[in-house]
């Protein structure tokens, strides 16, 4: 099945990789089962805070800023093929449905696209898993 996109295909992997980017540096504080506890001093009646060192840095991470300006970029268009894609390796749609799911993508777009997709579970996999669906 031959596909023509508006978006190529290079386009939505670098998409892909930039959103691995994005899920690799979210920290994960509910592991081990402590689902971020927090340490508190009985005696005192306050959280108690340790330090490792005398300064903590904090580093900007301008991945998912990144990703949210690439995704506002794209146009009507784009948005909708890349939702399209994206629910299609998610497994709402089968590949040979992509028109549907495009035509279903800009109808049922109600917000910002780049909102809706930088804060879906899974986005990486699941517009990797559409790519290989359409043999892209």
Not at 86 to 99: H, K, M, Q, S, V
Request: proline share 2%.
């Amino acid at each position: 099945m031959a596909v023509e996109l508006v978006l190529s295909p290079d386009t939505v992997r670098m998409i892909v990789e930039k959103a691995r980017a994005v899920s690799g540096s979210m920290q994960d504080t509910f592991e081990g089962g402590h689902e971020g506890e927090v340490e508190f001093d009985a005696d005192n009646l306050s959280e108690a805070h340790r330090h490792e060192g005398l300064v903590e840095e904090e580093v900007d991470d301008l991945t998912e800023d990144e990703l949210v300006s690439l995704l506002e970029d794209l146009n009507v268009d784009e948005a909708a093929e890349l939702v399209a894609i994206t629910w299609i390796g998610r497994g709402d749609y089968e590949p040979a449905d992509l028109a549907t799911a495009i035509e279903e993508a800009r109808s049922r777009a109600l917000g910002p696209t780049a909102r809706y997709l930088a804060r879906m579970a899974y986005f990486a996999d699941y517009l990797e898993a559409g790519l290989d669906a359409l043999n892209l």
